[in-house]
């Protein structure tokens, strides 16, 4: 993917990539396209880390990312694109914790992480989220320790 993508119109809404062959890294420079709602590269050969210039997409409600070779830790700047509705960011290569910054996300209806080399225990927070009600997906990670009770809070 060229680093050129950030310099594509900022009123540009969606990003439509999928199944492709697109690689390599996910340019920083996306981040420079703060209208994007939409953002589909998923079915690609992506590479590297899921920059934290991803932060920026503000208005973004919809992060497909899976089905491709992400590698590294979700960055925590994730948290703040609190108009996000769905995210898919399975069958990757991510790892480390599971940013307790998806707390912010308090419209998610749905949440897909399977898939991944993500560990260490899962968040409560996760489960303080009201509107995930459609999907949440962590299989085939390496999580461990007890699931918090707050697992019970997810009553949609």
């Given at each position: 993917?060229?680093?050129?993508?950030?310099?594509?119109?900022?009123?540009?809404?969606?990003?439509?990539?999928?199944?492709?062959?697109?690689?390599?890294?996910?340019?920083?420079?996306?981040?420079?396209?703060?209208?994007?709602?939409?953002?589909?590269?998923?079915?690609?050969?992506?590479?590297?880390?899921?920059?934290?210039?991803?932060?920026?997409?503000?208005?973004?409600?919809?992060?497909?990312?899976?089905?491709?070779?992400?590698?590294?830790?979700?960055?925590?700047?994730?948290?703040?694109?609190?108009?996000?509705?769905?995210?898919?960011?399975?069958?990757?290569?991510?790892?480390?914790?599971?940013?307790?910054?998806?707390?912010?996300?308090?419209?998610?209806?749905?949440?897909?992480?399977?898939?991944?080399?993500?560990?260490?225990?899962?968040?409560?927070?996760?489960?303080?989220?009201?509107?995930?009600?459609?999907?949440?997906?962590?299989?085939?990670?390496?999580?461990?320790?007890?699931?918090?009770?707050?697992v019970s809070s997810l009553v949609n």
């Amino acid at each position: 993917m060229p680093a050129s993508v950030g310099n594509l119109s900022k009123h540009l809404k969606t990003l439509g990539l999928a199944n492709n062959r697109v690689s390599g890294p996910i340019p920083p420079g996306i981040g420079n396209l703060v209208a994007l709602q939409r953002l589909r590269l998923q079915s690609n050969r992506l590479s590297g880390a899921i920059p934290e210039a991803i932060g920026n997409l503000r208005n973004l409600s919809g992060l497909w990312l899976q089905d491709n070779k992400l590698a590294g830790p979700l960055p925590s700047s994730i948290g703040n694109l609190t108009q996000l509705l769905v995210v898919d960011l399975s069958s990757n290569r991510l790892n480390g914790s599971i940013p307790r910054t998806l707390a912010n996300l308090q419209l998610l209806t749905s949440l897909n992480l399977s898939g991944n080399a993500l560990a260490g225990p899962v968040p409560s927070e996760i489960f303080s989220l009201p509107s995930l009600s459609l999907a949440l997906d962590l299989s085939g990670n390496q999580l461990d320790g007890p699931l918090p009770s707050d697992v019970s809070s997810l009553v949609n």
